[in-house]
Structures are given as structure tokens and as C-alpha cells.
């Protein structure tokens, strides 16, 4: 009997021993709660941070090394130390140099060439007789008012787009209330004539000239080298945002763009007129609208037509084409070299070697020569 309470008692024992022991294997497999250290100096940033009771905690940059002290570069042996830096314009004029009759003179050399800047003599850089091909934008006023108007401009702008040639590069714009993109700069003939075509009914009677002429100057100014405006139309104004003020002060900021103005409708205002159809007011309109065609032209090299009868049309455009292929080309850097915004008029003198007038002689005979170039331009100033 006592041999086996004993028995018992040892295997009970033996049992709470096994529970135990099991017990404590489980207590620490599991994971321990255990609240974080506080911060130290070599917890890394780079492992994201350190954190603590309230969030992370941010850790101050490290102090950058100062960048080193660039090495100066003693200058040659003779030169001063210091350094300059100067912008100065270049200053480029089309000059065409036409005798009385309108014809080209050509042989002219550097020598003869005057160029004054605000009544400043200037020396010129560069100089070259140019046959360059046509880069112009056809801008044609197209509105309901009298059909002879319509007429002899479209008849105007047919008779330009034939005298083009391969390699002329031509945009068509249209205007009334509006300005309309008809095609492009192209060089394809067929797409001009194509544009042309689609002026069939106008649909305003309006004739924003002023606003046509800024935005083709604006699209213009961000086409490179030289470029020309071939404005056919009255001339008149009725509804304009542009004034003729803005207009003229685009005119003239907007350098390397040379106008042609064709005045239309002249053989119907001469009927009207004599016939007394043309009041006061009106007659006024059409002077103005005259003076507003030739002030773009003079003020770019450029010229004003106003031909009476549709037979002078190609004769014009003939003349047209000759005068933007046939030109003088002068470059020079203007001694007042500030670009302070401020307008300076340029005046173009044949000279001989003397100093004294040139005496041109056509066909053998002295002539006088007319000398049609820029009038002016604008010294834009600088953008920092």
C-alpha cells in the first residue's frame, strides 16, 4: 500500500514537472512588449528615422563643407585683371536703288553708300547685292461692299500668285470683321491659287485693316530673316481693336518686314467721284485710307501702288517682285549702341569717292535715282 502512494506521488510530481516546463517553452517563444529606447546620437537617418512617445522625431541635417574657393587664374603677363563683356547690336537695311522709271541699278559697291543713324555717320560691316527668292504673306481684303473693290483685288492677288516662282515661299491671308489663315507658308502654287478661291461670297462689310496688318506683323516676328507683307485692299478701316497708332508703332518694332501696298477700287472712286456720288466724309476716307497705305510702305522699304486701270496690275506686281529680289544689302553696329527702347531713323546717301553725290547714268544718260530703305527702327531693349 505504501509502495504504491508512493508510485503515485512520484508520477504526479512528474506530470506538474512536464507542465511546467512546457509552460515556460511557450511563455518565451512568444514576442515581448518592450517600450523603445529614447533616441541616441547614432541612431542612422538613413534607416528612417528614430521615433519616440509622440511620433518621429526629426534629425538635424548634417553642416555641409563649404564648396572651395574657386582658383583664381592669374591673367597673362601685361593684361590688366578684369573681365568685359559687351553686347552690340547689328543693325541689317534692304536698300533698293530704282531709277525714275522704276528699274533696278545694279554695280553699286560698298563705297558708295552713305548710312546715317540719327544724322550719325555709320561704318558699315557687311554689304551684298541680293537676288534672294520671296517670303511674303499675301494679306487681301475681302468684304460686301462694292463688287468692284472685291474684284480688282482678287484680280490683284491672282495676278501675284502667278508671278511666283519655285522656290518663294507664300502665306494668303484674308480679312473683314476678321483675319483668316487661308494656307500657310507654301511653296506650292496650286494650294495659293486653292486659297485664293475660297474668297467666293464675302460675308461682312467690315474692313479691319489695322487689326489684319498687327496680326500678320505678330505672326511674322517669329519667322527668321527677311519677310514681306503684300497688303492689297482700299486701305479704309470701319472696325478695328488695333488703333492706327498701335498699328504704326508695330510698323515699326517689328525689324526685317518690308510692306507692298496695292490700293484697289481707284477706277470706281474716279467714276464715283466725277459723277458726284462720293460726299465729303466719304471722299475724306479714301485720302486717308490712301496716306494710311503709303505710310506702311514708306516706313518698311517697301512701296505704294495704286493702279487705275486692271491692265497696270502685272506691270505692278512685276515691279513688285523685281524690287524684293533685286535689293542692297547693309549690315553695320550702330555707334549709339544702347538698346533703350528708343526709335532711330536711318537715312541711306549714294556717295562717290569723293564724298560728293553719285551721278548714276542709265542708258547713258545721267538720271535721277530714287533710294527706297527702312525708315527707321526700334532699339528694343534688352531682357534679362
Do not use: C
Request: hydrophobic share 35%.
Amino acid at each position: 500500500m505504501t509502495v504504491a502512494v508512493t508510485a503515485l506521488l512520484a508520477a504526479s510530481l512528474a506530470a506538474g514537472a512536464k507542465l511546467w516546463a512546457q509552460s515556460s517553452s511557450t511563455s518565451s517563444s512568444q514576442p515581448q512588449t518592450k517600450t523603445p529606447d529614447k533616441p541616441t546620437q547614432e541612431t542612422p537617418a538613413e534607416a528612417g528615422g528614430p521615433t519616440g512617445d509622440i511620433g518621429p522625431i526629426a534629425v538635424p541635417k548634417k553642416k555641409e563643407e563649404p564648396p572651395p574657393e574657386p582658383v583664381k587664374r592669374k591673367p597673362p603677363e601685361g593684361l590688366a585683371d578684369y573681365s568685359l563683356r559687351v553686347d552690340v547690336p547689328l543693325v541689317n537695311v534692304d536698300v533698293m536703288v530704282v531709277s525714275k522709271s522704276g528699274y533696278f541699278i545694279p554695280g553699286l559697291k560698298k563705297e558708295n553708300f552713305r548710312v546715317l543713324e540719327d544724322g550719325v555717320p555709320q561704318k558699315i560691316t557687311s554689304f551684298s547685292q541680293t537676288e534672294a527668292p520671296i517670303t511674303a504673306v499675301l494679306v487681301v481684303e475681302f468684304a460686301s461692299i462694292h463688287y468692284q473693290f472685291v474684284y480688282d483685288a482678287l484680280n490683284a492677288s491672282y495676278t501675284f500668285a502667278n508671278s511666283l516662282k519655285p522656290n518663294d515661299w507664300v502665306a494668303v491671308v484674308s480679312y473683314d470683321m476678321k483675319t483668316h489663315m487661308l494656307v500657310d507658308f507654301t511653296q506650292n502654287k496650286g494650294e495659293v491659287f486653292g486659297a485664293l478661291r475660297q474668297m467666293r461670297v464675302p460675308m461682312f462689310s467690315e474692313t479691319n485693316v489695322f487689326d489684319a496688318l498687327y496680326d500678320t506683323l505678330d505672326r511674322l516676328d517669329r519667322v527668321e530673316g527677311r519677310k514681306y507683307i503684300v497688303l492689297v485692299g482700299t486701305g479704309v478701316d470701319t472696325f478695328s481693336k488695333i488703333t492706327l497708332d498701335r498699328a504704326l508703332k508695330k510698323v515699326k518694332e517689328t525689324p526685317d518686314v518690308g510692306i507692298f501696298t496695292i490700293s484697289t477700287g481707284e477706277a470706281l472712286l474716279m467714276r464715283a467721284d466725277a459723277r458726284g456720288y462720293l460726299g465729303p466724309v466719304q471722299r475724306l476716307d479714301f485720302l486717308q485710307a490712301d496716306n494710311q497705305m503709303r505710310a506702311f510702305a514708306s516706313m518698311t522699304g517697301g512701296k505704294w501702288y495704286k493702279p487705275r486701270f486692271e491692265g497696270d496690275l502685272p506691270d505692278i506686281f512685276r515691279d513688285v517682285a523685281n524690287s524684293i529680289r533685286s535689293q542692297y544689302s547693309i549690315a553695320y553696329h550702330p555707334s549709339n549702341s544702347k538698346q533703350d527702347g528708343t526709335y532711330r531713323k536711318i537715312k541711306i546717301e549714294l556717295v562717290n569717292e569723293n564724298g560728293g553725290p553719285l551721278q548714276v547714268n542709265v542708258n547713258g544718260k545721267p538720271s535721277k535715282v530714287n533710294i527706297i530703305a527702312r525708315e527707321g527702327y526700334t532699339a528694343k531693349p534688352q531682357v534679362e
